[in-house]
């Protein structure tokens, strides 16, 4: 039986999904950890383990390498808490085009008894709005949440343009044709009433939004980045506010300096935190480990190449291991010192990251173990 151990509140719908030989939270060596917004950097992962799930499309609480090191795959759910996150970004942009925000506080503050709606018949105005419809939207990324929030707001009148550079396929298949895509992020964000991120979380998009970017913004312009905390440069924000460059920022995520701070709206992480998107992707998660464990599928994963392959013959191997030359000739080389037939070998790289996947005619249960203690003896990771 395989076993699961889970970390934070995971939806029941994903519990649910596993069948009958996996167990949740019983034994101490665990094949699998299932997960969400645990910070893993400085954990010790043990040697049973095998995957990663990430009920979510972050991942930047997970250390890769470290995982990769230790042979263990990495999936998130994409696309599981997207309908979640669109929702709430067209509600904020709703709420800061119509001032929803210090209408409902003044009428909170109204005096005891008093009759809000004739006192606003006089005083109202100052909550004048504007609406969405025929104002231009910039949307930084077009994967699931991006597509999503370009299609909804074409859907509500309004002007879109999205940049991504990286634009898979399935994506482009999702995005409504009157999505106009630029070349640049400046081209993008020239002449947009609002601006929102929805770009993981890398080395390349930390800092994306700085004060180089806001400054090809349109004066008082609306941001928001329900992405992930570093990609917008808050001290930025903060100085492009007093001058008047950005009307409004919203964000999910808090920081010291960005708080009680005019002008802008923090929600608690709150992106994707609805009983349907919690669900979705717990589900999705529970797939992807049982597919993992059963048939070494990588689907999904953010760590490991993306391969699936039917079974070609009685056992299969997964080997996790650097990129460099001659690996795959010492795997295959102690497979043939066992007098195994090899069926199917599929290898595929990503970066410095390889793996391997071997389908063998046959794998006596007697020698099993002892071809999986010589393939650990290679130097799978240097350095």
């Known amino acids: 039986m395989y076993q699961i151990k889970t970390y934070n509140a995971i939806a ?3 519990l649910a999904a596993f069948t009958a ?3 949740i939270n019983r034994g101490q060596e665990p094949d699998a950890y299932m997960i969400r917004s645990i910070d893993f950097h400085g954990h010790d992962f043990p040697a049973s383990l095998k995957v990663i799930a990430r009920c979510g499309a972050g991942f930047n609480n997970i250390p890769l390498g470290q995982a990769t090191k230790a042979g263990i795959a990495v999936f998130n759910t994409p696309g599981g808490n997207a309908n979640a996150v669109k929702e709430l970004v067209i509600a904020m942009m709703i709420a800061t085009q119509r001032n929803l925000f210090a209408a409902v506080d003044w009428s909170a503050h109204a005096p005891a008894g008093a009759d809000v709606t004739l006192r606003s018949e006089k ?7 504007t609406e969405l419809a025929g104002k231009k939207l910039a949307v930084l990324g077009l994967g699931h949440i991006g597509s999503l929030v370009a299609n909804a707001a074409v859907d509500l009148g309004m002007l879109v343009t999205g940049y991504d550079p ?6 482009a298949w999702q995005l409504s044709p009157q999505v106009q895509q630029a070349q640049t992020l400046q081209e993008t964000v020239a002449d947009a009433d609002f601006i929102t991120v929805h770009v993981p979380k890398t080395q390349e998009t930390t800092g994306l939004i700085g004060a180089r970017e806001i400054a090809s913004f349109k004066p008082n312009a609306v941001l928001l980045n329900y992405s992930r905390l570093g990609i917008v440069d808050n001290q930025a924000v903060l100085q492009a506010l007093d001058s008047g460059q950005i009307k409004h920022y919203c964000t999910d995520f808090s920081e010291a300096q960005i708080l009680h701070k005019p002008g802008i709206t923090i929600t608690p992480h709150i992106g994707g935190s609805t009983k349907e998107g919690e669900a979705n992707c717990a589900r999705q998660a529970a797939q992807e480990i049982m597919a993992y464990l059963q048939t070494g599928s990588t689907l999904n994963s953010v760590n490991l190449p993306n391969v ?3 079974f070609a013959g009685a056992a299969r191997l997964t080997i996790i291991h650097q990129n460099i030359p001659n690996m795959l000739g010492q795997i295959t080389s102690v497979i043939a010192n066992f007098k195994l037939n090899i ?3 599929v290898n595929r790289a990503r970066g410095q990251v390889a793996y391997t996947l071997v389908d063998l005619a046959a794998l006596p249960a007697e020698q099993s173990q002892a071809v999986i203690a010589a393939l650990k003896k290679i130097q799978l990771f240097t350095g």
């Not at 005083?123 to 709005?129: H, I, L, R």
Request: without cysteine.
């Open 166 to 171: 990286f634009l898979s396929v399935e994506s």
């Open 308 to 310: 699936s392959a039917p």
């Open 123 to 129: 005083q109202k105005n100052q909550f004048n709005g």
């Open 12 to 14: 029941a719908a994903g």
């Open 21 to 23: 030989d996996y167990g």
């Open 343 to 345: 069926e199917n070998l």
